[in-house]
């Protein structure tokens, strides 16, 4: 399945349904007069969050959606039926965006959410209603009321808890494959990961999600590269893990690098906990690694962890102290600070 964060698609409600002109005509019956019925009310469209979808390409085959009009009104007194909603689902952390591409109209974070879109036109009423001591026979009805209709946009912002940054071929797919189960394309050439992916990890009882995002490089702002289409899918995330090859012999470039393309795309992004790994360390002597880490750790200010994602070397200390940012399946065990997590039952993992 391919991945698609960005699709603009048509809503159209149903149109409510017209009342009916008829009358009473009965043998044996005295009196008749109008009983014409109201028109059912259009379906309403709306959309739903669930959380076994992960991008938008459905909405590439299909981008027109009309909900079901109301029924017409019929006589003796009969209404139309209500025309069915539309329910249309979209993965958790899809935006709703207006046709300007900027005015966000629901944000769509928890599975389940709903929001509604267009609403369906009200039914017509039938000339039952019309009927007055002055106009015993009405031979009017009104009309339903139209639907609403709009383009709107759907942008997806994958909600990972730790999000993968670094230039390319720093190591990220790598990472990712090895701590989860996830499979991405692996190769020594830049820009190999095209679009982001998830992967699934299992560190101390708890599961925690870890995008690996397409790789940033000096200009990405101005579209240099993959440009920085694919940097809101870190907006959600609770930390960084900032990945920098070892190998290079500058460390501290590509590092500022990443910050300053962050910086340029939304100064927000810096504010949120970084974790500096130097990868790809099983390739260097134990001399190159001290003194390439103390380059880092002048230049970032804080710890910076050696690790290597091929042998699997430093991985979980380095999850670990990503992950103490994540809140996600945590609770509050009393009013203080302290925080207690639930039990989750333990699957096999490769950090094991």
């Not at 579209?223 to 012999?249: M, P, Q, Y």
Request: net charge neutral; hydrophobic share 40%.
């Amino acid at each position: 399945m391919k991945f698609l964060d960005q699709a603009k698609i048509f809503v159209k409600s149903g149109d409510g349904g017209r009342g009916c002109v008829s009358f009473r005509r009965e043998k044996y019956i005295e009196f008749g007069g109008p009983n014409g019925g109201d028109g059912g009310k259009g379906g309403s469209v709306i959309f739903e969050a669930v959380e076994n979808l992960n991008t938008l390409i459905d909405f590439r085959y299909r981008q027109h959606f009309k909900a079901q009009r109301g029924q017409h009104g019929m006589g003796s007194e009969m209404y139309g039926a209500k025309g069915e909603d539309l329910i249309i689902k979209v993965p958790v952390g899809t935006e709703i965006v207006a046709e300007d591409g900027e005015t966000v109209l629901a944000d769509m974070t928890e599975p389940g959410q709903r929001f509604l879109i267009a609403k369906g036109g009200d039914g017509g009423r039938g000339n039952i209603h019309f009927k007055s001591s002055t106009n015993q026979a009405p031979r009017y009805a009104e009309p339903g009321w139209p639907g609403e209709e709009k383009w709107v946009w759907l942008k997806l912002k994958i909600i990972a808890d730790v999000g993968l940054i670094g230039l390319p071929n720093a190591g990220k797919s790598t990472l990712l494959a090895a701590v989860t189960r996830a499979r991405p394309k692996i190769a020594d050439y830049p820009f190999t990961t095209i679009y982001p992916n998830l992967g699934v990890a299992w560190l101390d009882n708890r599961e925690i999600v870890l995008a690996d995002i397409p790789g940033l490089i000096e200009g990405a702002h101005e579209g240099v590269g993959l440009g920085d289409r694919f940097l809101k899918h870190v907006e959600r995330c609770a930390s960084f893990l900032h990945l920098i090859d070892a190998t290079a012999e500058d460390v501290v470039t590509p590092y500022k690098t990443i910050r300053k393309e962050l910086e340029l795309y939304k100064k927000d992004l810096l504010q949120k906990p970084e974790i500096v790994a130097l990868n790809k360390c099983d390739s260097l002597s134990g001399d190159e690694i001290k003194a390439k880490t103390a380059a880092l750790e002048k230049a970032c200010g804080h710890e910076v962890f050696a690790i290597s994602a091929v042998a699997k070397t430093g991985l979980t200390e380095a999850l670990r102290a990503a992950a103490k940012y994540v809140v996600r399946n945590k609770k509050k065990e009393d009013t203080n600070i302290e925080i207690k997590e639930e039990p989750v039952k333990k699957p096999w993992s490769p950090l094991d």
